[in-house]
Nanobody, 126 residues
Framework: QVQLVESGGGLVQTGGSLKLSCAAS????????MGWFRQAPGKERESVAA????????YYADSVKGRFTISRDNAKNTVYLQMNSLKPEDTAVYYC???????????????????WGQGTQVTVSS
């Protein structure tokens, strides 16, 4: 069992920055692949970024590449999403997810993840 708690969402103007955090508990954090997803109203949940167990490899959706950075601190059981140059189209509920499969590869798809946080709202005003 893994518990995930996101924080750091809020309201920001276009061009601004936010840093999301996701604190994990319940299982050895370094054993989990981690990912960030988002869901805007009326749209399907989409992958934003992913990171391997060691943090050595990362994945970004094309829409956020060059603006978002995913990282993890295994000593603090936390994964982060630094979001810069935010745009109105980044407005969504952002979810942290954990995969306990033991795979060393990146998890890009939602079906690869076993546990989800409650989500944190990010709103970018124009």
């Amino acid at each position: 069992q893994v518990q995930l708690v996101e924080s750091g969402g809020g309201l920001v103007q276009t061009g601004g920055s936010l840093k999301l955090s996701c604190a994990a508990s319940g299982r050895t954090f370094s054993s989990n692949r981690m990912g960030w997803f988002r869901q805007a109203p009326g749209k399907e949940r989409e992958s934003v970024a992913a990171i391997t167990r060691s943090g050595g490899s990362t994945y970004y959706a094309d829409s956020v590449k060059g603006r978002f950075t995913i990282s993890r601190d295994n000593a603090k059981n936390t994964v982060y999403l630094q979001m810069n140059s935010l745009k109105p189209e980044d407005t969504a509920v952002y979810y942290c997810a954990a995969s306990i499969s033991g795979s060393y590869y990146l998890g890009i798809h939602a079906y690869e993840y076993d546990y989800w946080g409650q989500g944190t709202q990010v709103t970018v005003s124009s």
